[in-house]
């Protein structure tokens, strides 16, 4: 049975707008001064618990109260109501080179944000060598930090930061900093505290980082929880308030284009698996069975240079196959009534899973018209003798 | 799972839960916020060093510059008020200052140090807002450093003005020191607590660092620095003198120079200077302890306020 770390119960967090802040303005509104104030909701009655050991993402879109989240939970800041209960020690990166100061050298930085994260003097001195290396600044450790590039900066903020020895680690996009090598170094480390049991909360805009590292994923929503479990299906929820939100500014956007006639110029109406041979409607094929994938479009008015695409997705958003009428070298013909057309897929070699196709019609001036992000499922049933999307008769033998 | 985690997880599973950030609770969390401040005392010593190394980083003359401001006040003191004004005792003009310079280094000794911390505080939260948006750690640890280094410079500036007393051969001796001791403990108690206070309220009103220079400015005034007491008992009776008196600072100020101020021993000095030492030593403690109760019930909301 493992125990929770971090048990969070009812939090709300209320931020006041005060919109003026000068004696004047004061004085001339004393006594309507609540007028003047406007309130804001970060996180409204959050409920949580975080397991042992647990690696918990924690997604949203901008301003859905991500970070406060984070903070509450780190005691930066404190919640309006409710309470936020911890057990073990807590390090927070939520910023790389905190309290770093630019007229100190490299190395009195390193013991000052050592410190800050938690870390003790007699544990710096004994990292000291391991962070300059992992650093590889070693000749500018004695230089005044303000000379640093903002690579080397980060480098050795990042070497500090990840030395800390908490039981629970708050991160907020700090990953997103350094080359390449340097970001996997990251994700190897984070793997590290993993395996130590340590817990892990994250902040991140990378959904593919979630699906990789997290076991948990939370989605947030203008301060609500509004998906809590299994990465792929928070992910999915997210994906789906993304579009939601697309949706809504593309009609807005096309409603102020044309003003009060806000109809779309075509739809697709309809969308049909079909088994590539028999023609009979599927939900679940065979690798490499033969796919027919029936699209009805439906014009309002008459619609000419149009064009229509596909994509196959995995449930983690990842796009295995895409196309359009475009690359496929063929025109569509201008419609005035509703069509049919087929998208054919023969041999299609995905592996076993579930996979949603994404339709799209598009002016060829590149403006949407329809968008279907899932517009159907197919499930493909595979043998058991592989992973991943794609399916290859792969064997085993001595050479 | 490996032994490492399992052990983790045993361990964590015995451990009660703790709420983040600081304690609630007005009167019950002082020994909490006592002992979270002992635990980060490592981040406090590098924070004092931060504030000094930093200070003068790049400037040849580095820490020359941090004795500069009291040397350049003494000098202009003592040639204008001292010589000009004819405060200094000197052969044939009797009622003047006897060693007018020692005198007046030992009350700016003491006052560069009172200023040094209660401006120092009041900007210090304001100034650290990119760590206190970002770590949690006992958010007194940022005045308290600046109270740290402000005692270094003071050490410097003590030093020296010790050295001074050699000079002149008036080497302070025995019971003085415990008058600098007492005068010493209520100088830091007392100036910490306002340091404390207005660090805090600066975060919702930054109007209060202004105010605060200008008034320290002023305040210089209020007690016996570039003059000396015998004029304020020649033109203050009653009440007032009493209200003069009750300014901690002035106490304390009396107490450095009758610790440092040999010369000084056959001048009139307020009676009981001790007793009342004590008394505002009392009041101080009582002062900080309540400041630090305010500075922690008005931390929670800190950074959102940055």
Known sequence: ?399 | MTNDSAARAARLAAEPLRPAGPRPGFLTGTLQSIRDVLAHRELLGLLVRRELKARYKDSVLGFFWSLAKPFAMLLVYYVAIGKFLGAEQIPGRPGGVPQFAIFIFTGLTAWQLFSDIVVGCTGSVVANAGLIKKVYVPREVYPLSVVGAALFNFGIQLTILVGATVAVGQFPTGFRWLYFLLALAVLITFSTALGLFLAAVNVYLRDVQYLIEIMIMILLWASPIVYAWKFVDNALDGPLQSLYLANPMTQVVLGFQRAFWVAGDGEPFPANLGESLLISLGISVLLLWLSQRVFARLQSNFAQEL
């Open chain 1, 1 to 399: 049975m493992p125990t929770n770390v971090i048990e969070i119960t009812d939090v709300s967090k209320r931020f006041v707008i005060r919109k003026e802040k000068s004696l004047k303005e004061r004085l001339v509104n004393f006594g309507r001064s609540n007028l003047h104030k406007d309130d804001f909701w970060a996180l409204r009655d959050i409920d949580l618990s975080i397991t042992s050991g647990s690696t918990v993402g924690l997604i949203g879109p901008n301003g859905s109260g991500k970070s406060t989240l984070l903070k509450t939970i780190g005691g930066i800041l404190q919640p309006t109501s409710g309470s936020v209960q911890l057990r073990g020690r807590l390090a927070a990166l939520l910023e790389l080179g905190a309290g770093f100061h630019p007229d100190l050298t490299g190395r009195e930085n390193v013991y000052l944000n050592a410190s800050i994260l938690g870390i003790s003097r007699e544990q710096t001195d004994k990292y000291f060598d391991a962070i300059v290396d992992f650093s590889g600044i070693e000749p500018f450790i004695d230089t005044q930090v303000k000379f640093y590039s903002s690579g080397m900066y980060v480098r050795l903020a990042f070497s500090v930061a990840v030395h800390v020895d908490p039981d629970i680690l708050l991160v907020d996009e700090v990953l997103a900093v350094g080359d390449e090598p340097f970001q996997r170094k990251c994700m190897e480390r984070i793997k590290g505290f993993q395996h130590e049991g340590r817990t892990i909360v994250l902040v991140t805009h990378s959904l593919d980082q979630v699906a990789e590292i997290c076991d948990r994923a939370i989605v947030l929503e203008h301060g609500r929880v509004t998906a809590d479990g299994a990465p792929q299906e928070a992910l999915r929820v997210l994906r789906a308030d993304f579009e939601a939100t697309r949706q809504v500014e593309i009609e807005k956007a096309q409603s102020r284009e044309e003003g009060a006639k806000a109809t779309p110029r075509a739809r697709i109406s309809g969308v049909q698996l079909l088994h590539g041979e028999t023609l009979a409607p599927v939900d679940s094929i065979e690798p490499r069975d033969s796919l027919v994938v029936r699209v009805d479009v439906e014009p309002h008015a008459e619609l000419a240079d149009w064009m229509l695409g596909l994509a196959i997705d995995t449930p983690l958003g990842v796009t295995v196959f895409g196309t359009n009428t475009q690359l496929l070298g063929s025109a569509p013909p201008a419609l005035t009534h509703g069509t049919s057309f087929d998208f054919r897929l023969p041999d299609l070699s995905l592996g076993e899973g579930r996979y949603s196709i994404r339709l799209a019609l598009e002016g060829l001036d590149g403006q949407e018209i329809h968008r279907l992000p899932e517009a159907a499922h197919v499930e493909v049933h595979g043998d058991g003798r592989s992973q991943g999307s794609l399916a290859v008769a792969a064997s085993f033998a001595p050479a």
